[in-house]
């Protein structure tokens, strides 16, 4: 299984960006899907996750309200849509993949997750 991430960028702090990542090499329903982000020195911070059907999604405290998880399992893909940005969301973002029997729920546990794709930086100036 892979995951390749895209859409990081520079953005001004207020604007928004959105974050696809991709898995191939297995079955994108069987797994639920989060994203995770990083800066130097901290540990990896809990971001957003989303059931294997889509029907349940969790967002950690700082970005919930601005962040929108999304996913296409017809596209094998888990989008994040970062709205009213922030100078302290700058990070290195990770998705990730955990391959789960339930369709319903999601976990914010790093340990939880099998599979890492290779992060996609978001910047955001003040």
């Known amino acids: 299984v892979q995951l390749q991430a895209s859409g990081g960028g520079v953005v001004q702090a207020g604007g928004s960006l959105r974050l696809s990542c991709v898995l191939s090499?297995?079955?994108?329903?069987?797994?639920?899907m989060a994203w995770f982000r990083q800066t130097p020195g901290k540990e990896r911070e809990f971001v957003s996750a989303?059931?294997?059907?889509?029907?349940?999604?969790y967002y950690g405290d700082s970005v919930s309200g601005r962040f929108i998880i999304s996913r296409d399992n017809a596209k094998n893909t888990v989008s994040l849509q970062l709205n009213s940005l922030k100078p302290e969301d700058t990070a290195v973002y990770y998705c990730?993949?955990?391959?789960?029997?339930?369709?319903?729920?999601?976990?914010?546990?790093?340990?939880?997750?099998?599979?890492w794709g290779q992060g996609t930086l978001v910047t955001v100036s003040s």
């Open positions: 989303i059931s294997r059907t889509g029907t349940r999604t």
């Open positions: 090499g297995g079955r994108f329903d069987s797994f639920a």
């Open positions: 990730a993949a955990d391959r789960r029997p339930s369709t319903v729920t999601a976990t914010k546990y790093v340990d939880d997750y099998e599979y």
